[in-house]
């Protein structure tokens, strides 16, 4: 349809556009009849009237055909393109919800409905996965992984004769209808074989335990030996080198009291231990204990001491013995064991201190006083000074603290009360607190061949303490701290370096309850520690390298 008189020359289509609705209505309401009747002379009151009805039909019209439009600009909205579809998914969603899914989006076609009008697209949710919070990895705790082997499993034929085999076979064989059986079917031979097998291992044992039996008492047979020996290290070290704290021969020492068969054992009854003498060869027990081949057993109770070694590397001080956890079937039923290595240099010692310098807490605190070889300076006769240097007293003094070990310079409990367990007040010795320079000190011993350093022995310390009944009197006429163990305790990093040094032993890590348990010891030592370190600051102690 053309509109010549309105000026259009190209074909409308009905409501294409909103500015071809307009022209129409202007066409249809304008014919040249109007204009004449406009144009001529009326009055006022009747040109407004046909202006107001002009305007009436004018809204009316466009209102009708608004109505008409919106339905199918409405529709045509389910007609999406596919760059249209892009632009969506290029458009940042502003609310997204975090409830630990992730779903990739998903643009659909429109789907028509049954009675033929298009859906609105489906809904997309993307959600994002909350971040997990995961441990530290403390250095040198990850087990790499390995390439698994076809090993062939360690059978109990390369530890007994074959003869041994051979008899349980014939006496299995012997059965009645066992031929007959074994034939029948091969599901049968198998459960033969593994019946023979279980029969095979129940046999050793009952040997193995008739041959410890005939053994003399302190002797284990070479069969349970062999049965003992771990197929894997308990000393774990998954990075290239060890903790830098820990030496080569503290490494070959762990190990061998971790790993090696137990030769023979012996009780002491003095320490409530045994004395294990572990296989090196055709030897005496005097000699492999001089060889370092031997180890104290003590109770687990006394699991603390396997703590102590670790802080006693980790602070500088070196003056503990390698200690190991370790399980064992002569050992308190199977239960997780301290066992501490012999060290047949140190000096010998009495029955009664235990110690190799006889010295009462009168006579160690003029020691402190006269500081005795320090900065090379000979002691004068009439000090009274031991073989001990000075700095010796303040690096047992820091360790004795942090543990709370109180029976090497408070034997009688006088600096804090004591609980009903602890040896003090079994023996009654809290009620002699009275003339406290009469004390003796216990487990003060040396090295027979350097005679300046002290060795740290029963090292049980106790972390059930509180902070406000800590023993204080360990520190008392300490002025001097060493650098080192000061330096670790103010670095921020004791825990890290605690955590990967008591992984290293597997029986005790597993003992403690893994890293959760660890982590509670180590949290009473570091707030002494702080406690420490306070003490330091508040009496204007020193702290002087003692590496000497």
Partial sequence: MLFSSCGFIREMTPFDQPSNIKNLFICCLWPSRLLRLWTCRRPRTRRNLLVGTACVI????????????????KGGHGKISSRSLQDAAQTPFLGIPLDGTLSPPNFQEPQLGSNGTLLPPNVVYITLRSKRSKPANIRGTVKPKRRKKNAIPLSYGQHFPKATFMGW???????????????????????LEARKYQLDEHGH???AVRERGHQRPGRISGAVKAQLQPEESNIRIYSESPPSWMSKDDILNMRMLADSPIESIQEVPSQKAVLAVFARGPSTMGT???????GIVKRPLDMSEVFAFHLDRILGLNRSLPSVSRRSEFFQGGQACPVILWDSSLSPTDNSTHSSVRLTWGQYQQLLKKKCWQNGKVPKAEWGCTEIHHHEWSKMALFDFLLQIYNRLDRNCCGFKPLKEDSCMQQGLKL???????????HIVQKRHDQRHLAFI???GFFDRNEDNLDFKIL??????PASAVSVLRSQRLREKLLQS???????????GGRKGIEKLIDVIERRSKILLTYINAHGAKVLPMNE
């Avoid at 809204?59 to 608004?66: I, M, P, Y």
């Avoid at 492999?288 to 031997?294: I, L, P, V």
């Avoid at 008392?476 to 701290?481: A, K, R, T």
């Fill in 58 to 73: 004018y809204l009316g019209f466009l209102v009708s055909q608004v109505g008409h439009v919106l339905p199918q600009h």
């Fill in 476 to 481: 008392q006429g300490i002025n001097e701290f």
């Fill in 169 to 191: 076979e014939e006496a299995f064989a012997q059965q009645p209808g066992w031929a007959t059986r074994a034939a029948s079917t091969k599901g049968a031979a198998i459960a």
């Fill in 502 to 512: 008591l992984f290293l032993d597997k029986i005790y890590w597993e003992s403690q």
């Fill in 288 to 294: 492999a204990c001089n060889q370092g081949h031997c």
């Fill in 205 to 207: 044992k009952g040997m």
């Fill in 458 to 460: 029963d090292n049980k």
């Fill in 432 to 442: 002699k607190c009275n003339d406290q320079d009469a004390v003796d000190l216990t």
